[in-house]
């Protein structure tokens, strides 16, 4: 449980800095959060309703960490989809891509299999 709300607080923060940057200035999102490596478009702002959907789900988390965990699911499948289909490629082919942004993905995909719940979820 410890585990799940260091998670759900870490979401809290960085995704919810991340969804209003995001959302009220897309310019300076791409700059900052994308590295430069997209276009200020309505899409920096999509992704920044998805981010701030995740840090309210994760303060609800807070008080029922099993409750809603199935919010970690959704971040382990988008992160790792991301990784594979948009990172990894134009790491190979040596175009822009948000590294920063890449690297605490990495982190997140290697952490969330340890402290999603499953047991609870297929008891």
């Not at 870490?10 to 897309?26: D, E, K, M, R």
């Not at 959907?53 to 970690?72: D, H, M, N, R, Y």
């Amino acid at each position: 449980m410890i585990g799940l709300r260091i998670i759900y607080i870490l979401n809290i923060i960085v995704a919810g800095q991340i969804a209003i940057l995001a959302l009220s200035n897309p310019k300076n999102s791409a700059l900052t959060t994308f590295g430069n490596a997209y276009q200020p478009t309505e899409v920096i702002k999509l992704v920044g309703c998805l981010w701030l959907a995740i840090a309210i789900l994760s303060i609800l988390g807070l008080w029922k960490p099993i409750t809603f965990s199935p919010v970690l699911l959704i971040q382990l499948i988008y992160k790792g989809t991301w990784l594979i289909v948009v990172a990894l490629p134009a790491f190979k082919s040596d175009i822009p891509f948000p590294k920063a942004m890449a690297l605490f993905f990495i982190a997140w995909v290697l952490i969330l299999p340890f402290l999603i719940p499953w047991k609870e979820w297929f008891n």
